[in-house]
T-cell receptor, first 111, second 116 residues
């Protein structure tokens, strides 16, 4: 079983819609969860970081962690064309700085 | 405050040649990571280094690949005798020393290696 699973299907939404992205992970020992955004031909940039169950908001972005289900989510409200990018979930191994990434979702926001 | 600097941005090598990829971490960061990204496969961990030490190389192919992070200078990922399958984007990232707040990595813009 992979450490973190992210259905890599592309997602197209109209401007203003809510984007919902999800990942599952395998090891209940994982404690730190991240979402990265990657624009085409660029390096990933950290978008959200959380280490506990529950919701964390930052502007239009909400990261959600459900440790009982080993499920993490990212919601983008009022999506903008500038949100068009690939979004990758990541988890950090306990006691180790290594990150494992999901395959990423390519999101296209249509004006 | 410069971010992670990688060079070159693009590298073309013929089969059998050597590729050397360089990474200068964020100033003050002492942990460096190398990842490889192939289309449809996401980011794959290769190696985690601190100054002069390899901490975790569980993602490195056993042959032809090596990495170092010397006391002075950038981290180097070296690929000897490149093959077509080595063509990919290679990303370097860095994070602060242990004991400092660590909210994930800072990535560079990557080196795109093409083997012809």
């Amino acid at each position: 079983q992979k450490e973190v699973e992210q259905d890599p299907g592309p997602l197209s939404v109209p401007e203003g819609a809510i984007v919902s992205l999800n990942c599952t992970y395998s090891n209940s020992a994982f404690q730190y969860f991240m979402w990265y955004r990657q624009y085409s031909r660029k390096g990933p940039e950290l978008l959200m970081y959380t280490y506990s169950s529950g919701n964390k908001e930052d502007g239009r972005f909400t990261a959600q962690v459900d440790k009982s289900s080993k499920y993490i989510s990212l919601f983008i409200r009022d999506s903008q064309p500038s949100d068009s990018a690939t979004y990758l979930c990541a988890i950090r191994w306990p006691g180790n700085n290594r990150l494992a990434f999901g395959k990423g979702n390519q999101v296209v926001v249509i004006p | 405050n410069a971010g992670v600097m990688q060079n070159p941005r693009h590298l073309v090598r013929r089969r059998g040649q050597e590729a050397r990829l360089r990474c200068s971490p964020v100033k003050g960061h002492s942990h460096v990571y190398w990842y490889r990204q192939l289309p449809e496969e996401g980011l794959k961990f290769m190696v985690y280094l601190q100054k002069e030490n390899i901490i975790d190389e569980s993602g490195m192919p056993k042959e032809r690949f090596s990495a170092e992070f010397p006391k002075e200078g950038p981290s180097i990922l070296r690929i000897q005798q490149v093959v077509r399958g080595d063509s990919a984007a290679y990303f370097c990232a860095s994070s602060p020393p242990a004991g400092q707040p660590n909210y994930g990595y800072t990535f560079g813009s990557g080196t795109r290696l093409t083997v012809v």
